[in-house]
């Protein structure tokens, strides 16, 4: 059916009551100039089901809601789609003070100014098995929220595109998502896959990849984040910083994979100038800045803490790991394996302003410089306690200032272009040694996946470390990554596979050469995907669309 009106819900419309739908299609309804061109709700509560809106249209694209409006009303929504409708806010759905519960809602193809898919102001959604894809909108492309409580679980964000926010547009509120997948979302300016000017953001399982913006390829804003055990690869930020992320509130991330990210200027993975920056156990591979910090840029962060943290081969102008430009209060690198990372100043570490920088703890091997500073490029003064610097190819191994830093209980060994630069050379004193450190196997191969850089017993670097650090079993620290308090673990999940080549070493049933199972989005046997064309007609299965994916002449 095609109802139209003059003004607002010309399918229907409701004050103060009840309305239950299920099992129904409404095709190309009509308005004029409305709120809700498929269906107004006021103070009322709705129910929908098993059910469909096509080509929803507000003529004038000033209304909210192509298919639905609801504004200080309950809604419940179980396997709704809404596809090719437009409004001035919400395309699809537009919400105002209200509670909706949204399970296996689809939103495809909308367009609006605000919240391709659905907009909102006030209240609370809560999305379960949602999927938000090929939307349009100025801001928001799948989403815009203001001062709104949204959850999400298990929700897909895919190829939506706006000028700020490809996929979600939060203004001030909170977002909390789980299992949330974002991929091929686009933003023109800034967040590719989120923008938000304030309020919080926290998350687990989320995985981002192939978000692309000007400025923070997935995410763009000064809100305060926490995320764990997520995945964000192959995100970019074309013109600007922050290839995955750019945060100018606080960043609490742990236990997570950031790969192959890209910013034009700085920060490949992570831009940073906020009030806190928490960094803990994650892996930065192959990430990429044409300016700072190849996998982590932070300017002018009151207090930073990066601590157990794998970096390999990522490569910018200056800092190809990290760069910590003018810290306020506090910064603070402990347990760092920083591994092949690549840069003109500091292959893997780029320090300056008048702040001293600790450095406590780390492994910096294999690294590369084309000036200076194949593990270290310092202009701030540095404290350097516990560090081992080996394999340097090129550059010396560090480079850095007198005034105000310290160096005690720190090996360097066989790094081309010498070991101290800049300073003083206090190899033999103070507890700083050059001896080869017998790491269980390292090759300056770009390739992590067979490198271990735990020590071989009688390695000189074990217990050799400050006497008032101990290890966990009560001696005197090692030298590196692997000793002091915050000693790192090669192999988290226990599978026998070094975190090096394992594609996740969070989950036992991850390793190279597992048994992969198709169409639950996990890359089990390490291969680069998961697999989802089984019967390898050219044809996905599972939400790809293979209507038989066990047989060849089978496919759509």
């Known amino acids: 059916m095609a109802p139209t009106s003059t003004g607002d819900g010309a399918f229907a419309w409701i004050d103060g009551g009840s309305l239950v739908l299920s099992d129904f299609w409404v095709d190309s309804p009509g308005a004029t100039t409305a709120d ?19 080509g929803a249209r507000d003529q004038s694209g000033s209304g909210s809601g192509g298919a639905l409006y609801a504004e200080n009303s309950m809604v419940d929504v179980q396997d709704l789609k809404v596809e090719a409708s437009v409004a001035g806010q919400g395309g699809a759905l537009a919400f105002s003070n209200s509670y909706a519960t949204l399970q296996s809602l689809d939103v495809s193809a909308n367009e609006a100014d605000k919240g391709g898919g659905v907009w909102a102001s006030g209240g609370t959604l809560d999305c379960s098995d949602c999927s938000v894809a090929d939307n349009r909108a100025a801001s928001g492309g ?22 700020d926010g490809g996929a979600i547009f939060c203004d001030s509120g909170s977002l909390s998502l789980s299992s949330s ?79 192959n990210n890209v910013a034009a200027v700085d920060g490949g993975a992570i831009y940073a100038r906020g009030v806190l920056v928490n960094l803990q156990q994650g892996w930065l591979f192959g990430n990429e800045a044409g300016g700072n910090g190849g996998a982590i840029a932070m300017a002018g962060v009151s207090e930073s803490s990066l601590i157990g943290l794998y970096l390999h081969h990522n490569t910018a102008s200056n800092g190809g790991g990290v760069s910590v430009d003018s810290p306020v209060n506090s910064a603070f690198l402990s347990n760092l394996r920083m591994t092949d990372n690549e840069a003109v100043y500091g292959g893997a570490l780029s320090l300056s302003g008048s702040l001293q920088v600790s450095l406590l703890n780390n492994s910096l091997v294999g690294n590369r410089a084309t000036i200076a500073g194949a593990h270290l490029y310092s202009t701030a003064p540095t404290s350097l306690l516990n560090n081992l610097l080996s394999e340097g ?14 160096r005690y209980h720190n090996l360097l060994w066989n790094n081309n272009g010498g070991d101290w630069l800049g300073w003083s050379d206090i190899t033999g004193s103070s507890g700083n040694i050059s001896q080869d450190p017998l790491l269980v196997y390292y090759s300056a191969d770009q390739d992590a996946s067979d490198d271990d850089l735990q020590l071989s017993p009688g390695s000189p670097a074990i217990d050799a470390g400050l006497s008032s650090i101990l290890d966990a079993d009560g001696s005197i620290s090692d030298i590196g990554a692997f000793g002091g308090s915050n000693a790192v673990n090669a192999d988290n999940d226990g599978d026998g596979w070094m975190d090096g080549g394992d594609c996740d070493d969070r989950d036992l049933s991850v390793y190279p050469g597992a048994t992969e199972i198709p169409y639950d989005g996990i890359d089990q046997d ?31």
């Open 36 to 54: 809700g061109v498929g269906i107004y709700a006021l103070n009322s509560n709705v129910e929908l089901s098993s059910g469909t809106f096509v």
């Open 142 to 163: 799948g989403l815009y929220l203001n001062n709104v409580l949204f959850g999400d679980q298990q929700g897909f964000f895919e190829d939506n595109q706006a000028d």
């Open 181 to 259: 997948l974002f991929e091929g979302n686009l933003a023109t300016l800034s967040g590719g896959g989120i923008y938000q000017s304030s309020g919080s953001l926290s998350g687990d399982r989320l995985v981002a990849r192939d978000n692309h913006a000007t400025a923070g390829g997935f995410f763009w804003g000064a809100s305060d984040l926490t995320l764990s055990e997520s995945r964000f690869s192959d995100n970019s930020a074309d013109r600007s910083s922050g290839g995955a992320f750019w945060a100018d509130g606080s960043l609490d991330l742990s236990n997570s994979y950031l790969e």
């Open 393 to 406: 190819q090129g550059g010396g191994a560090a480079y850095g200032i007198e005034g105000g830093s310290d």
């Open 526 to 556: 390490c291969d680069g995907a998961d697999l989802e064309d089984v019967d390898g007609d050219g044809v996905g299965g599972g939400r790809k669309g293979d209507c038989n994916d066990e047989i060849g002449r089978a496919h759509v």
